[in-house]
């Protein structure tokens, strides 16, 4: 692996020299204190000091709606959607980002491959960047470091404000190939940027905290504050759940299928035909979501399913916290398996 040192103020070049490999995305401001992963325009536009961006990357992959065929009533045919996507290569990606891209690959590509999503994601390079963990933040609990950089075909450390470009992959190579503003160096490791917000177990022991929780009184605790907005399943990198509508047009002739991004925070989200519904109660929606984040998949897959971005926290109108939550179950936990002991 081959490391190479880049001045801040040469990455606008080092995007713009991207540019030949496909359309670069990459964050930028959004308003006074939010961020979006846009196509850059204008290189000296991007940002490279940002917390998170309000919506995941998942956004490029599984667009929040989109239409999948359209329909002739009247000629009794459909034709489906063609997703041409050319080269794209999305720059400035944080790992707790890239680790929820790979999570998602599990889930749209294992079994029957979402095609949509393959073609999308066939056609992508990813180019990582450090990150100052916020009061939010807490990926490293969940196994993902600041510099992990599993997936990533480039990975720019910073270091002294400016910056370590590491080669990952021949990719990686092939998109340095002519740009002459990098000089070859040694790798080094900075010191300095830690986490505030922590789990305090580690996440190998999360599955046998939840394996008890499904009492818990913490349950109704959060629900009794939950608004039941949705906010924090749709700006979760790693979450899927879509509904698929048809919409049929006025004149009864023709019409569309259209998936859009769904949550299982929302109370219609469970209600089946006849009026039934699965989760009614905010109580189990707030426990599913977080059963699916640190035990339902994680016993199959061995890891968390929630990679520390923070939004589901940063973005909560009521203040609850996805770590606190965990904690609070893990102190339950320690209070029970404290009496088990002093009963036997
Ligand atoms: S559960 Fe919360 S912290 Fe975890 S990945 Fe989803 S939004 Fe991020
Ligand atoms: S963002 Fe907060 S208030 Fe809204 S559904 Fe999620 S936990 Fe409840």
Redesign the pocket.
Known sequence: MECFSLLRSDVPALIDHLGDFGEVIAPHGKGDVSYSFEVVRDSSDVVLDYNRTLL?LKKMFLPPVEKLIGFSLKNESYEQVDVAIAPRVFFGVHS?EMQ?ILRLDHSMLSGSAESNYFKRRQSSRFVGISFEPDE?H??ES?GVVIEEMEGFDLFLNEVDDDFQLYVLTDNGQEMLNGFDKINLTEPEIVEGRNFKKKIRYHYNRLPRVFQYAYHSDVWADVASRCVGCGA??L?????FCFDVQDHVEVTAEDGMRQRSWDSCMLSTFAEVAGGENFREKTINRTRH?LFR?FKYITDEEGL??????????AFCPAGIS??DIVNELIQEDEKAQYHRTVRV
């Open positions: 995941p707790y929820s939010f807490f990926s969940v924090c399943t700006t979760c990198p790693t979450c979501r984040k968390p399913w929630c990679v520390g971005c923070g939004r589901c926290t996805m770590p």
